[in-house]
């Protein structure tokens, strides 16, 4: 009270001074000032971290959306027997002597024809120009079709396959005129030609499913480049970490929370454990390639590794959100399962462990969605690599190479040729719509089964 | 119960685990240099297609590191290919010995060209070593003299040079590129202009000396080392403009509509003048192969005949589309591997 006598208004004598509470005076417009201050600091707070992330968002989506959508040229090739066949014979395994350097060849020469044919006047555009718009992938795609189906040699079929890099760059204003004079991998004369097939309609852009399903591509075909081996390899990683990361946690935590008696051991294992919540995931890689690689003798780069070292950067996360939800059960629901003649363990697995689940579900949800956000721990077990062909299904796959998709976005982040910066934003989509989706089932999850007590 | 069939599924996958690595592997595995890097995905995917094997995985992650993967050791679990910016050295010879990796083959794969850019709207420079010396060494040779740099503009180092301040972005010294830059521009520089001759005066004519005191740059900010890849120096160069970057000739060629090159004494870098000898930045390329493994992984073989077909490092091969210099000894190169030689003691 000593300070409020103190206050400017109050009568020396330490009487108060009856005024009104309708008349603001001095100290209460002072409060009133900072709590006002204190509302607007937060909301400036609000306010900055709001349009931080806008602006990551923005600066993502206009540079990543493009990456959804892909230019693709449709003609007819007409598969000559001498050039892809030479010994006549249909045999695939001579058939298959025949390179796609070969393939490419006819290819480019298939297009100039049908584009000369057109009759379309561009000044200055050779056949070599015209050839060099397609994707170096067509020839591999082509390849495969005929290797697939020999009886295709001779005849004349209609191909769709994907136009190069910088066309498919100037339909989306990534390359300009000005800039294809100084381009030596870009004419002006070809950019005019693509004006042209988009009004025949012999270019078309679609939306560009390839993106999700093709294996990554070297520097020269960015068109082609996928995230179908990093999507494969995180989802086979995050299935590893879930099947593992489940039982092991859960049991852990039960044993600890339920029946581990309090003493100095556990006390320890409980601080460890806490630690380990916070140990930098690098260091889970270096553990990984220590003790899965050079002592198990697993494969590298494979997708098992991968889920095993991820698996031990969940754990600690994992056990630290179980136990709090196990602890969230109210003693008393235990105390009635064990008062009517439960035993200990009837009582953990029909009574408290239900009504834990929500919050373990969602514990583990949150820790999937960090873990397959991780790259530092996939650097060191050879995960951050190009890998060109698709792992197989489970569980052969999990022994094969594979990437992980905060991985792609690094790789392609560094490749030299500036369509890999579409794609690498596109990527980070894709991550996003992951981790959005499986923020929204544990959202569901703990919304449809939480108990409130 | 759900928990129960989680914890034999995770048993399940904990034995097989065990049970199948004796698989065998059957895809090579490469590591290495990020030079080197592009070059190399561009044949996997090409031997992907091509043949019955699958692609070969490619990690980055430098020259060094690469080599120390490979002297690792025998074995599956060990890589295949080292690919390197740089010639492997006596020390990684010795490691791979003594973890028994006895034989190694080494495959020049064609040369590499370094190359001086700077914004696309900006002037042009013609640059000789002298000056890149000069604008860049600590300590220069004026009036028969070593002083400390005050150079702030390139006028000021080469009169014909645009007046524009002085900025470089030049790699870090974990990357190969470093290496070459130091010997071949700025030591090169720094013998034109005297500073060398000095400098050995100065130190009792110790000539390794006189070349550590050249490589030592200035540290007032002129000069900026570049840990990250080139995408990093192109960034850098975007947000200040009137800097100068060092790049790889196919990095450059990749972003032509972002980058003019600098000529060097005179030679524009291209394919053409490296392989010809006249531009004076180029280095070898290289990878290294563990020999106890051809044979043994399916596809190594294969995929290093493959790499140095004319299909592949010819002259009109992929590889040199992107920017790659064939090497003119390429066909001595296929007979090598053709023949599976082991290289011999490092002269």
Same mark, same amino acid.
């Given at each position: 009270m000593t300070d409020l006598s103190s206050a400017p208004g109050a009568t020396p004598a330490g009487v108060r001074k009856p005024h009104s509470l309708y008349e603001v005076d001095a100290l209460t417009k002072r409060r009133n000032a900072t709590e006002f201050r204190f509302r607007l600091y937060g909301i400036i707070a609000i306010a900055i971290s709001l349009s931080v992330l806008a602006l990551m968002l923005f600066t993502i989506f206009s540079d990543g959306i493009s990456a959804f959508r892909q230019a693709s040229l449709s003609f007819p090739v007409t598969l000559t027997e001498e050039k892809l066949d030479p010994a006549g014979n249909r045999n695939r395994e001579e058939m298959?002597?025949?390179?796609?350097?070969?393939?490419?060849?006819?290819?480019?020469?298939?297009?100039?024809?049908?584009?000369?044919?057109?009759?379309?006047?561009?000044?200055?555009?050779?056949?070599?120009?015209?050839? =060099?718009?397609?994707?170096? =992938?067509?020839?591999?795609?082509?390849?495969?079709?005929?290797?697939?189906?020999?009886?295709?040699?001779?005849?004349?079929?209609?191909?769709?396959?994907?136009?190069?890099?910088?066309? =498919?760059?100037?339909?989306?204003?990534?390359?300009?005129?000005?800039?294809?004079?100084?381009?030596?991998?870009?004419?002006?004369?070809?950019?005019?030609?693509?004006?042209?097939?988009? =009004?025949?309609?012999?270019?078309?852009?679609?939306?560009n499913w390839g993106f999700m399903t093709r294996p990554d591509a070297s520097d020269q075909r960015p068109e082609s480049a996928g995230l179908g081996v990093a999507i494969l390899g995180s989802a086979y990683m995050m299935m590893i970490v879930l099947v593992l990361t489940l039982p092991i946690g859960v049991a852990a935590s039960i044993y600890l929370e339920e029946f581990a008696p309090k003493n100095w051991f556990t006390d320890l294992i409980e601080v460890n454990i806490s630690n380990l919540a916070a140990v930098p995931s690098i260091v889970f890689g270096i553990l990984g390639l220590a003790v899965f690689i050079n002592f198990a003798g697993l494969p590298q780069s494979s997708s098992l590794v991968g889920g095993l070292v991820l698996t031990l950067v969940c754990l600690p996360t994992i056990i630290i959100a179980t136990r709090a939800s196990i602890r969230a059960v109210p003693p008393s629901i235990r105390d009635a399962a064990l008062g009517v003649g439960a035993s200990k363990m009837q009582t953990v697995f029909h009574h408290v462990l239900p009504l834990a689940m929500p919050g373990i579900l969602t514990g583990t949800i949150l820790a999937l969605a960090t873990a397959l956000g991780e790259t530092a721990p996939l650097l060191l077990i050879g995960m951050v690599a190009f890998v060109g062909t698709h792992p197989s299904a489970p569980i052969q796959g999990f022994f094969e190479p594979a990437t992980a998709l905060p991985v792609q976005v690094y790789g392609w982040a560094s490749r030299s040729d500036p369509a890999f910066l579409e794609r690498s934003s596109g990527a980070v989509i894709v991550l996003l719509f992951f981790l959005l989706i499986m923020n929204a089932i544990a959202i569901i999850l703990r919304r449809r089964f939480e108990r409130r007590w | 119960m759900t928990l129960v069939k989680l914890s034999a599924s995770a048993l399940a996958i904990a034995v097989m685990a065990t049970g199948a690595s004796a698989q065998t592997r059957n895809q090579v595995q490469i590591t290495g240099s990020s030079t080197v890097l592009p070059y190399a995905t561009i044949v996997a995917?090409?031997?992907?297609?091509?043949?019955?094997? *699958?692609?070969?995985?490619?990690?980055?992650?430098?020259?060094?590191?690469?080599?120390?993967?490979?002297?690792?050791?025998?074995?599956?679990?060990?890589v295949d290919i080292a690919n390197s910016s740089s010639r492997i050295k006596q020390s990684d010879i010795d490691t791979c010995k003594a973890n028994g990796v006895n034989d190694i083959m080494e495959v020049r794969i064609g040369y590499d060209g370094i190359v001086f850019a700077s914004d696309v709207?900006?002037?042009?420079?013609?640059?000789?070593?002298?000056?890149?010396?000069?604008?860049?060494?600590?300590?220069?040779?004026?009036?028969?003299?070593?002083?400390?740099?005050?150079?702030?503009t390139w006028a000021q180092v080469n009169s014909a040079l645009p007046d524009q301040k002085i900025l470089a972005f030049i790699p870090g010294t974990r990357h190969g590129t470093r290496e070459v830059f130091d010997t071949k521009v700025i030591v090169a520089g720094c013998k034109e202009t005297g500073a060398f001759d000095l400098f050995k005066a100065a130190n009792a004519d110790d000539e390794a000396k006189a070349t550590e005191l050249c490589n030592t740059l200035r540290t007032d900010g002129v000069s900026v080392d570049i840990d990250g890849d080139y995408t990093e120096t192109l960034a850098r160069l975007d947000a200040d403009k009137t800097a100068i970057g060092v790049f790889g000739l196919s990095f450059?060629?990749?972003?032509?509509?972002?980058?003019?090159?600098?000529?060097?004494?005179?030679?524009?870098?291209?394919?053409?003048?490296?392989?010809?000898?006249?531009?004076?930045?180029?280095?070898?390329?290289?990878?290294?192969?563990?020999?106890?493994?051809?044979?043994?992984?399916?596809?190594?073989?294969?995929?290093?005949?493959?790499?140095?077909?004319?299909?592949?490092?010819? *002259?009109?091969? *992929?590889?040199?589309?992107?920017?790659?210099?064939?090497?003119?000894?390429?066909?001595?190169?296929?007979?090598?591997?053709?023949?599976?030689?082991?290289?011999?003691?490092?002269?």
């Open positions: 298959a002597k025949v390179t796609t350097i070969g393939y490419s060849n006819l290819l480019k020469e298939n297009f100039a024809a049908y584009v000369n044919s057109q009759g379309f006047e561009v000044e200055g555009l050779t056949d070599a120009m015209i050839g =060099d718009m397609l994707s170096r =992938d067509a020839a591999a795609q082509v390849r495969n079709q005929v290797l697939a189906d020999p009886e295709l040699i001779g005849t004349t079929i209609d191909v769709t396959v994907l136009a190069n890099g910088r066309i =498919d760059g100037y339909l989306k204003g990534r390359v300009n005129r000005e800039e294809a004079l100084r381009d030596k991998n870009v004419t002006p004369e070809q950019l005019d030609l693509t004006d042209k097939l988009v =009004d025949q309609g012999i270019l078309t852009v679609a939306f | 995917e090409a031997f992907g297609e091509n043949f019955d094997f *699958p692609a070969p995985v490619v990690e980055g992650g430098g020259s060094g590191a690469g080599r120390a993967k490979l002297c690792e050791g025998v074995g599956e679990n060990t709207a900006g002037p042009a420079f013609a640059f000789t070593p002298a000056d890149i010396y000069n604008a860049l060494g600590g300590q220069v040779a004026k009036d028969g003299a070593l002083v400390a740099n005050a150079n702030t450059y060629e990749n972003n032509t509509n972002k980058l003019q090159v600098a000529t060097m004494s005179g030679v524009v870098p291209t394919t053409e003048s490296i392989a010809a000898g006249d531009y004076p930045v180029s280095r070898p390329l290289y990878f290294y192969v563990k020999m106890a493994h051809i044979g043994v992984i399916p596809g190594l073989e294969e995929y290093i005949n493959f790499f140095v077909s004319d299909d592949m490092a010819g *002259p009109d091969g *992929p590889l040199a589309q992107y920017g790659l210099v064939s090497d003119p000894e390429l066909a001595a190169t296929q007979e090598m591997v053709a023949n599976k030689v082991a290289m011999g003691p490092l002269e």
